[in-house]
């Protein structure tokens, strides 16, 4: 990472590939080259070595290895987590465009509304599950916003639900499915303590390789393919196995997981310190997300009035690279779905920005940096006041 | 390649992945890891460089960048080919696992069967198809057998069957899919030469990344798709756009197109020794798949009555590693379907072995390696002999 970007406060949309990671995939992509599936002793070896880096990679999350289906990211784990269910879904209004494309092609789907701080009540979710529910799906922490979901509640409710069923003798089955990317190196991200039957993770967004994710299903849960031929990954996802991608996942996440706590923290502070600065500088500013519950990395706010487009142009030049949930921040001219779900107007998506920071953000880097874009916002200011 | 094993005839399994592809992706791996969908000046660059791979990558296969829909592999890249038809499908009894799953979605299937060298006839196809008849799929090389397909031929008669339906204003689409990933680096890979609507090529099988390959489908084609999400690839196939694979991707394809013509004849002249050196030494081998029309890298051969499994076991303590039909091979429980289907016998399929030859092989490998082969038949041959 020599040549890593100064002021880089975005980690949310991509990290890089952290050296200790890439030095363990590397000899899998020439000397150890084998079809895991290939017969002789040096496949045989890359076969076990597959299979224990899926057992190490589930018990950082308590799982096991036989409970995880590798796929190539989180937008195909979480179109195989739907791919299964045949009646009506709940999904958040918030959620990434991968379960809301997805849930498209279920019979039907609710969406939920969360507070305007991005904050999901578990209580709505249980008035929106009908008796023909068979999947909640909310992500663990908003991409955009950082918001952390109370997830146990929600299983709790999802709980509920499947109580009342069983007393009911309805045999319709409840899944309760989270993303939980966004969370990776700062949450505790455990099957078991999230209380959910599904859960989809992505390397990319942990300093992995990019292109490799899985959906973790809990035994009682019955997966279709969204991909057959060779009958891989219990024949859930076929194709040969991606051995560097999963020494390279499981690597990324036993080093998240051990340094989860104390990276949490610093990154807390860091966002504190630029949140302090902003505010101190910038007396119209907005902060969204809920302050109570949210990521670490996260600081999501807007300039009303301001043209956000124009300031990550003007930011790039300074080495400064952030987000914005304004058009042409996605490529795709389009507006961020979640500020328009937490309420806010077109003056305020037009000045957002998103921060997320992460292990190439230092306090250097968030002193520069935080200065160099109130010293923008500044003059996008007089710029819009002069022109009024 | 430090450690390139010596006698590795397992090319079609599996290939190591080209130093100088390694070293093209490097860069994307770690300083240049920006998500190509983020608006500042670095990720515009990134990006630009995978397009710009993507266009090169096209070149080789005589298309277009636009045209490319990039995936996590040939398997998945099939199961996108099917996912747009609707109607009755023709495959090859030959075709791999994927073909035969993915047919299995659609609304029918018919399964053409090759002669006893595994070549398919072109007349035969016609008269399989039918009036709602919407894909033809057929690979351009069996990966077990190494018979190349008269692809060209195929293409003619599916283009009278198009010519039919619209003197009949008959509107039910027919495509032509091939997946021509045994062939790369060897035939002549172009789609408008092949005739084709649609092709299927993976890096995995040309000294390129593990875990990316492509689908391209003409203009016409209609594509479905399989992962829905954030809309990259055309909306076809979602998810953060794979950079780094796709650039080795592409310096795989062009170095492979470079030296196509000189490997090919090397391949075939090391193939032909290691035919020759077996059949002097083993009045009773069988050699199958087509001998005019053969990829130059597969041997595809039996010895009746012995047991292969033990054979690979045997040879992978000499370092020699090869590929068997019978059962364990696949790891799976099955034997070779391949080899059923051009009318081998119990007898045959287990004594059958599949030598691919590759960059790894050079002269003196064949010549020690098949040594060793021979040796470790006879050892068999005696032992089967003595218990009977």
Redesign the interface.
Known sequence: ?????LYYF?HA?????D?RV?AAMQPY???L???P???????VAV?REYEAAKDTLARTIGARGSELVIT?????S??LAFKSIGGHVVVGATE???VL??A??CKSASYVQPDNTGLFSAELIARTIRADTELVSIALANNELGTVQPLAAIAAVVERERQRRREHSEVTPLYFHSDASQGLGQLDVHVARLGVDMLTINA?KVYG????GLLWAAPHVQLSP??????QERGVR???E????VIGFSRAMVLASEHRHGEAKRLSTLRNTAQSMLEAALPDIEIYGNQKKRLSSHLSLSLPGVDA?RL??K??RQGV????GSA?????GTRSHVLEAIGLNDRQINGSLRLSFGRLTDEKAVREGIKFIIAAFKQEQDRVGKKA
């Open positions: 990472m020599n040549k890593a970007p975005d949309a991509a990290t890089p590939l050296e890439l992509f020439t000397e080259f084998f079809n599936s290939s017969p002789y002793a040096p496949a076969r190539a990211g989180a937008t195909e979480i179109n990434h465009q991968a494309s997805a498209k092609f990319a390789p990019k292109q490799v969204v991909i057959v031929g060779g009958g076929s194709g040969t991606n051995v560097a991608g487009e990550v142009f930011l790039e690279y952030v987000a914005t042409c921040a996605a490529n795709k």
